[in-house]
């Protein structure tokens, strides 16, 4: 036996799944900012323009929260309270791609770390449970969020239920018409949920007034989420990517499933997760780039995005608002400019305007690699994998599994090995409704235009000496 819980594949001979026991769960989180030659440059206040100190987040923030966003710590513990939540569904398992292999007749070896194992079906509670821990700890009575397709809300709804936190999610409003029943599924958690843009906010109705159809974005929610906790004593803000925090939280991925390639004796060539804002790609390749940066082992980190919001491919890495409405820090990360508004394609976790500071460093400096994909290869290699592997893919992670795909094909043309890993971030049980689409042929591919991008980039604020 490789490890506790391991199945051989239907030939008896590999490893097809990998299960950690339970004491496994990593007692830390890893914290790349203490290997990373250059580091991201500091938020800064949306006022003043000076660099964000501490108590501009109280606010919104808990303390130790805070002490993580600005941690130069390689490792940061684990409360024991949080690990025992994690321990409902983690460590989670990794799969051999055996029938994926076979069917694209490929020397390559694919690995995926299943994160859909989780009561919200994605990796999303890996950060969640946290936050809501810290906020409890300091006293706070409720937590205001943005989702975009529901996974990041469903998630909070669900930390916030096993610590007695009130939860409130505005839905970007494109979203909460196409997946119904994930609103559905926070609400079962008791959480409220508001399609955003919302008249329950300033930044919402200032939204509605110029654009009353509008689909929304995850910039607007998100301004109605600060919002929100900024008015009300009560209530912090919660997010669930982007922040260096979030991809902290998140690394337990990467780390569980390096003990699970250890076990099987292998190590990845590359690392490929979807990005949106960066949580779950961050969360499996870092653990990864941590070799790479200390100079023992050479990964590749490949993060695949959608062609209707291309941030890495397209984008620039300026300082920009993390909202529509200007209300949060000025990052400097890879955007497409905060009032960025794009399609409604079915990815709707992918269609935020930035990236993470950290992965739009790594970028900068050539350590991650980008890829954009339409969304109707995507599908099409959600749907092969589906009847190879059983898994049916969340519209996001099947970005990750089309450049898994493509890597395999690519190892087969040249006749390599190659060692392949890629994040499954969440299931697709809740995405039925874009399968639907796309069995039926009314799936469209859309590139958002470099015209477009240059304008919004003209609008981005104007940041003095930056």
Known sequence: MLSHGVRPSPTGSVAR??????DAIPTRWYNIMADMEHLPAPPLHPATGRPVAPEDLAPIFPRALIEQEMCAERWVDIPAPVREVYRTWRPTPLYRALGLERALGTPARIYYKYEGASPAGSHKPNTAVAQAYYNVQAGVRRLATETGAGQWGSALAFACSQFGLACTVYMVRVS??????????????????????????????????TSPDSPGSLGIAISEAVEDAATH?????????????????QTVIGLEAKQQMALVGEYPDVVIGCIGGGSNFGGISFPFLMDRLQ??????ALAVEPTACPTLTKGALRYDF????????????YTLGHDFVPPGIHAGGLRYHGDSPLVSRLYED?????KAYGQVGVFEAAVQFARAEGFLPAPESAHAVKAAIDEALAAKEQGKERVILFNLSGHGSFDLAAYDAYLAGKLEDYEYPEQLVAAALERLPKVPGR
């Open 17 to 22: 799944r990998v299960d950690l026991p339970e």
């Open 322 to 333: 993390g909202d529509v409405a200007g209300l949060t820090p000025l990052l400097q990360m």
């Open 233 to 249: 004593a009560d209530t912090n803000y919660s997010l669930g990517s982007v922040l260096n925090h979030v991809l902290l939280h």
């Open 366 to 370: 050539g350590l991650v690699e980008a």
């Open 176 to 209: 909460y018409e196409q997946k119904p029943y994930r609103r559905s599924l926070m609400q079962v958690w008791g959480a409220e949920v508001y399609a955003s843009p919302s008249r329950r906010t300033a930044a919402g109705r200032e939204v509605l007034e």
């Open 295 to 300: 100079g023992r082992r050479m990964v590749r």
